[in-house]
């Protein structure tokens, strides 16, 4: 018995295993970015259907940057430092509205799908809406579920739009959020994020360790 249970669960770690290395893949080729929906899309085309195959979604992260590792290198890297530096110039674009940089572009596993995402935070979510409208900033109003806190999951708005070619999503928070931040869908902890001076720390330290490692 106790074999047979070792087998089962040998199984069951080379099916997710399986799961998030296709589920990565589909997000890098086909720019997927919705975890839940790699993971069915997978699920799929891999013909597994029992769920406690499905791998998490850190499971599907880290098979995603190991992709890129693999299979995207410099190209990757360019896409996104190029997506840091638009993020820069954003977060000092709309620094009326406390915004904090958050998502792939941040955490390092951005590439040539990935959208720009940006926290913005207003009493009134009106005012983001106005803002953009005074920009003549064609964007897309959508909605977002957030977990706010591990009590309370709220909808709150989400703008989209393009500049220069890179996609950005600006999703609207209300002002005590910038003290808390909300909770991260990969590993159920508050989001990291950076604001304007502290992704321009991080582009400095990138600058040096590049400097350093071409002598």
């Known amino acids: 018995m106790h074999r047979a249970r070792q087998?089962?669960?040998s199984r069951i770690r080379e099916r997710r295993r399986r799961l998030a290395h296709e589920a990565a893949r589909l997000m890098a080729e086909g720019g997927i970015r919705d975890y839940q929906q790699a993971k069915?899309?997978?699920?799929v085309r891999l013909g597994i259907a029992d769920d406690a195959s499905l791998p998490?979604?850190?499971e599907i992260e880290d098979a995603l940057r190991e992709y890129q590792r693999l299979f995207l290198g410099d190209s990757q890297a360019r896409d996104l430092r190029h997506r840091r530096e638009a993020a820069l110039q954003a977060l000092e674009f709309f620094k009326?509205?406390?915004?904090?940089?958050?998502?792939p572009v941040l955490e390092g596993y951005a590439d040539g799908h990935s959208a720009v995402a940006?926290?913005?935070?207003a009493d009134d979510?009106?005012?983001?809406s106005r803002f953009?409208?005074?920009q003549r900033i064609p964007a897309q109003l959508q909605g977002r579920r957030v977990r706010l806190d591990r009590q309370r999951t709220e909808e709150v708005p989400a703008w989209?739009?393009?500049?220069?070619g890179i996609p950005f999503e600006l999703t609207v928070l209300p002002m005590p959020a910038l003290r808390q931040a909300p909770l991260s869908e990969v590993d159920d902890r508050p989001v990291r994020r950076a604001s304007l001076v502290q992704l321009r720390q991080l582009l400095a330290d990138e600058d040096i360790a590049s400097h350093g490692a071409g002598q």
């Not at 009326?96 to 998502?103: D, T």
């Not at 989209?160 to 220069?164: I, L, M, N, T, Y």
């Open 160 to 164: 989209s739009f393009d500049a220069e």
């Open 96 to 103: 009326e509205f406390h915004p904090r940089l958050v998502g």
């Open 7 to 9: 087998h089962a669960e």
């Open 132 to 134: 953009l409208v005074e």
């Open 40 to 43: 069915r899309k997978a699920a």
């Open 56 to 58: 998490g979604n850190r």
């Open 118 to 121: 940006l926290h913005v935070h």
């Open 125 to 128: 979510a009106e005012e983001i």
